[in-house]
């Protein structure tokens, strides 16, 4: 045996078998878990037991009855949105209803039940289409008491207060004939209902003839893009892969009535603004519609006369390869009569065009003008400020030009004190020639010094005997490059002056004498040259040592100044 075509499977509408049948199987009086959903299709003998279950499980089985009640809830909103029905919003439950549900045969015994707890869920799941296309206040609204005694049905009352009830539950057959009627699916509406908005937010009609709708453009508009795409479609499903012309009624009142993000007299269709919330269908907009409608109206004229124009010249194209030559003239001759149609076509949507551009542009200046008028009045109530009256503005002004003169007056006396305070001040440029001169003048001192160290060398080389000559000019060297360096410690002069004693170390006897008598007088000369040498450096040092301090003192002189 197959399975009911009609069957869509996922993991939020099959349970297992096995615990459906256990949950069947249980009786009343034991406490029993929520059976767990699988996404595996139903046994052969759990589709017996959901299409043979009735009401009067309410009491024998009320686990089992709960079970097969959420099953067949969840099948029939699959059923509508999957296009099994010929509508997706509207549920019709009746003889059609039983016939697309039946099952190799067999129909379904207690749907009435199901129909009675889907109307009385809170919020109710299935709401009657009569109420619903004339009530005149939101569903959803929280009712008032005398609004809940009359939405709620009079037999459920008397069911409810009868003393006289023997107890025992309503058959099913008449809980069928009770609920048979047309049904409007408020969950799938829901879904819908979102699907609309969003598209609007993100495709906001940016111009005034874009908000315009008749009944029949926004059915040939909205009734593909408002279906949700979570929304499964049944093969060989009766209903297209769109809002039938009887839903798309539905929403539109839902959209009107209890979201008012649209506003309709029955044949002008508005759809509003964040801002426009409450606003009704005026003269200028039924006469921007009826224009617009002229213009759809000639622009579909154009589409037809264009394809007859190249169906006419098809034809008198056949006609003339097959020799038929007064035919092929008949048709050109008709394509020239639809060219000529064609023409005046295109001219009418072109002035038509032009108008509901000048509707366009008329609608943004009344928004404009809106918004100049509002600018106004926020400008005036912002003038109105106690603090911007003409005596206080006056008054602040004043003091701010008096506050500006004492400053001035400061300002001024602050320059004459800085000027004076000038006068006496050292300038810089003076500092910097002084600091020069006093650099020359030690510069100068340092080459005197020299020059008679150099003098005092060459006296002494003077009185060296000539056999020493070499040696004294090696002293001489020493001595010259000693005074030409920096400053000079005593054990590098006198390792300067052993360094030629070194190098005539000689073991013969006349180089013994002439040793000792060189050694004698280097030590003499070497004596001299190293008092030379301290001199000369403890005089640089005392430069030095002045031309630092007097450069600081300088630089603190000017850091004060």
Not at 296 to 320: F, P, T
């Amino acid at each position: 045996m197959s399975l009911p075509p009609f069957l869509i499977y996922s993991a939020s509408q099959s349970t297992s078998s096995q615990v459906l049948s256990a949950a069947e199987d249980r009786k009343p009086d034991i406490p029993s878990k929520t059976p767990t959903v699988k996404s595996t299709p139903p046994s052969q003998d759990r589709l017996f037991a959901l299409y043979s279950f009735t009401s009067s499980q309410r009491t024998t089985n009320p686990t089992g009855y709960s079970v097969n009640l959420s099953w067949w809830s969840k099948t029939l909103e699959d059923v509508l949105s999957g296009g099994w029905m010929v509508d997706r919003l509207i549920l019709r439950v009746g003889d059609g209803l039983i016939s697309r549900l039946e099952w190799e045969g067999r129909r379904v015994k207690g749907l009435g039940g199901v129909i009675e707890h889907l109307s009385h869920t809170s919020p109710p799941t299935l709401h009657s289409l009569n109420h619903f296309l004339s009530s005149q206040t939101p569903l959803l609204q929280p009712p008032s008491l005398t609004r809940r005694l009359i939405g709620i049905p009079l037999w459920w009352i008397l069911n409810q207060l009868n003393p006289f009830n023997s107890g025992e539950m309503e058959s099913e057959g008449s809980l069928w004939k009770r609920y048979k009627g047309d049904y409007v699916h408020l969950g799938l509406l829901q879904q819908v209902t979102s699907a609309f908005i969003s598209y609007i937010r993100s495709h906001p009609p940016t111009t005034y003839t874009e908000s315009l709708h008749s009944t029949k453009s926004f059915i040939v508009t909205f009734s593909v893009i408002c279906i949700p795409k979570t929304w499964k479609k049944i093969p060989d499903g009766e209903a297209e892969d769109k809002l039938s012309d009887q839903d798309m009624k539905v929403l539109l009142k839902w959209l009107e009535r209890d979201c008012g993000v649209l506003v309709t007299d029955g044949e002008v269709i508005k759809i509003l603004s964040e801002n426009q919330i409450g606003e009704s269908i005026t003269e200028a907009d039924r006469g921007t519609l009826q224009v617009l409608t002229t213009l759809r109206k000639v622009d579909e004229q154009v589409e037809k006369l264009e394809e007859e124009i190249q169906l006419c010249q098809e034809k008198a194209k056949k006609y003339l390869s097959s020799g038929q030559r007064t035919l092929a003239i008949s048709r050109l001759r008709s394509k020239k009569a639809l060219e000529d149609v064609l023409e005046k076509r295109l001219g009418a949507g072109e002035k038509l065009r032009a108008v509901v551009r000048s509707f366009d542009q008329a609608q943004t200046d009344v928004e404009v003008m809106a918004a100049y008028q509002t600018s106004t009045s926020t400008l005036r109530q912002l003038l109105s400020h106690p603090s911007l009256s003409l005596d206080k503005v006056e008054e602040t002004t004043e003091a701010l030009a008096s506050a500006l003169a004492d400053q001035r007056e400061v300002d001024d006396a602050m320059a004459i004190g800085e000027k004076i305070l000038g006068q006496n001040a050292v300038d810089e440029d003076d500092l910097e020639k002084e600091l020069e001169a006093m650099v020359r003048d030690a510069e100068e001192v340092q080459k005197k010094e020299k020059e008679m160290a150099e003098a005092t060398f060459a006296r002494a080389a003077e009185r060296t005997p000539a056999h020493n000559v070499p040696q004294r000019e090696k002293v001489d060297t020493i001595a010259t490059s000693q005074l030409a360096g920096s400053i000079i410690s005593d054990e590098e002069a006198r390792r300067r002056v052993e360094i030629p004693l070194a190098m005539d170390n000689d073991q013969s006897p006349v180089r013994e004498v002439e040793t000792g008598v060189r050694q004698k007088f280097l030590m003499v000369e070497g004596q001299d040259s190293l008092w030379e040498e301290r001199y000369l450096a403890a005089r640089e040092r005392e430069a030095g040592e002045k031309m630092r301090a007097e450069k600081e003192r300088l630089e603190r002189q000017m850091v004060v100044e």
